[in-house]
């Protein structure tokens, strides 16, 4: 795997997208991107929640990191030196969106925590949403980590 300090004032394109960082939590990026759609998509809403929210960040972040990943495989990045400006700003906006969804999705999972939980269905609910919890904080590390070695890397440029 390519260092960081070796390729950190270039944008990779081609195969180097996923030997390089940041670039290389895409994948997980649009992994557990995903996995927070999939969950959310599945359970039923109860009661007024933000889940909504949630499913436009998912599916936001989930598209606009697809289209980014493909543009820097065919190397579109290379054209312009605003790239490395758009990599962090669109990285920093994934971040605060998910962040964002995350803590509502958090708050509406324990309030349904709270309630009788006797049905099973219910509790089937919960179960995934406490996964879409867990799976959208680690979504929200990812693009955190992402948007500040991207930052990084901007800087240094």
């Not at 867990?134 to 500040?148: D, E, P």
Request: proline letters at 3%; aromatic letters at 16%.
């Amino acid at each position: 795997m390519a260092t960081t300090a070796q390729l950190m004032n270039s944008l990779p394109s081609g195969p180097r997208v996923f030997k390089t960082l940041p670039d290389a939590f895409i994948i997980p990026e649009l992994v557990f991107g995903g996995l927070v759609w999939i969950l959310v998509a599945s359970t039923n809403v109860y009661m007024d929640n933000p889940q909504g929210w949630v499913m436009f960040v998912s599916v936001f972040c989930f598209v606009f990191t697809f289209l980014w990943l493909l543009l820097f495989i065919i190397g579109m990045n290379q054209n312009s030196s605003m790239w490395a400006t758009l990599d962090v700003a669109y990285h920093a906006l994934a971040a605060f969106f998910y962040l964002s969804a995350s803590v509502a999705l958090a708050y509406v999972t324990s309030v349904l925590g709270q309630v009788n939980l006797g049905d099973e269905t219910l509790f089937m609910y919960y179960q995934e949403d406490i996964a879409a919890v867990v799976f959208s904080y680690i979504a929200t590390l990812l693009y955190t980590v992402h948007a500040v070695m991207s930052a990084r890397r901007w800087k240094s440029s």
